[in-house]
């Protein structure tokens, strides 16, 4: 991992430790605030009695059909989430509010067993449907709402949702205007009804059970990382050159320039939040294609004017946009 090389001191000293003995703590973390946050939403939100349990795991979900949500251990502490903003981006608050209300929505569902109900099954589909990883949505669908990045609503009953329950939930969505004349209203006025009828109805099950807790994780940081590396996707052979040389192309001016690489590293993270939002790739392969780009304009030496800033983002923008969609309509970033 090259980026370790420049890694401050304290970074680098925890890469050899296990993870459990790093005395990872919701409580007292910033995440701590944001958990109570939700919690003051559900709050406001009437339901009284449902209040999910949180711990620290390896990465976002509740475990399968567990009333309890799992948050990943690095938010816990600024050493690591410096790691993991450059292995695969850091989420902001805004992010993890949006992730905390959508694990609240699965949360939910388990605990009151809605899933199990025939209005729940008509609404979403059947609870049992297998879980595709490689789902191909349907880009701009009414049917579904618009939560977190790509078209994740689509992905399972489940997660439709849980994407429902989070737009609902979310302060400000003005959920009721903008899904007006979406069939996805209707799953919006459920979520709604049933949240009044269920305000002051202790959960079924009122607890879940965790699965890997950090306590339980006996693999070292660089361990880690080095496997969340390995398993990342790769976008095969990119031809990128003719392209960055035509969109970066301002002939030997040595004035007022910068390099394309740092252009493209300085707005990397918008480009892979916006581009995982609108096309519906999977971020780790959205961030790959980025960076490749990003590598390759620096082994060209290409250069960016600085007056032109805006220009290139919106047109490296429309390029990237073009290749994710090639490979969400054929498998593949570029035909050969």
Not at 16 to 30: N, Q, T, Y
Not at 316 to 325: E, N, R
Request: with cysteine; proline share 6%.
């Amino acid at each position: 991992m090259p980026f370790l090389e420049k890694a401050p001191r304290e970074v680098q000293e925890i890469l050899d430790k296990p993870i459990r003995e790093l005395g990872l703590k919701l409580e007292g973390s910033a995440l701590e605030k944001l958990v109570q946050r939700l919690y003051r939403e559900l709050e406001r939100k009437g339901l009284k009695k449902f209040r999910p349990a949180c711990y620290l795991t390896d990465e976002w979900g509740c475990p399968s059909g567990e009333p309890i949500i799992g948050i990943p251990f690095y938010l816990a502490d600024p050493r690591l989430s410096r790691l993991e903003r450059e292995v695969n981006d850091l989420e902001d608050p805004r992010q993890i509010m949006m992730y905390l209300r959508h694990e609240a929505g699965h949360a939910i569902n388990y605990a009151y067993g809605l899933y199990k109900t025939a209005e729940w099954k008509q609404l979403f589909g059947p609870y049992r449907r297998r879980y595709r990883e490689d789902y191909r949505p349907v880009a701009f669908s009414r049917s579904y709402v618009r939560h977190m990045e790509g078209w994740y609503a689509q992905k399972h009953p489940d997660e439709d949702f849980a994407e429902t329950f989070a737009v609902w939930l979310t302060p400000g969505s003005g959920w009721r205007k903008r899904y007006k004349d979406w069939p996805a209203i209707e799953k919006l006025r459920y979520v709604d009804r049933i949240a009044r009828q269920l305000g002051n109805t202790p959960p079924l099950r009122a607890s879940g059970r965790k699965d890997i807790t950090v306590d339980d994780m006996d693999i070292t940081v660089g361990g880690f990382y080095q496997a969340a590396l390995n398993d990342q996707p790769s976008p095969g052979e990119l031809p990128l050159d003719a392209d960055l040389q035509d969109i970066f192309k301002i002939g030997r001016r040595k004035q007022g320039v910068l390099p394309a690489a740092a252009l493209l590293h300085e707005h990397r993270k918008a480009l892979v939040d916006k581009l995982t939002y609108w096309t519906g790739v999977q971020r780790p392969l959205v961030r790959k294609l980025v960076e490749a780009m990003e590598a390759r304009a620096e082994q060209l030496g290409l250069k960016a004017d600085i007056k032109r800033e805006k220009e290139y983002i919106t047109e490296i923008t429309v390029y990237a946009t073009a290749l994710a969609m090639n490979y969400v309509t054929r498998g593949k970033f570029v035909q050969a």
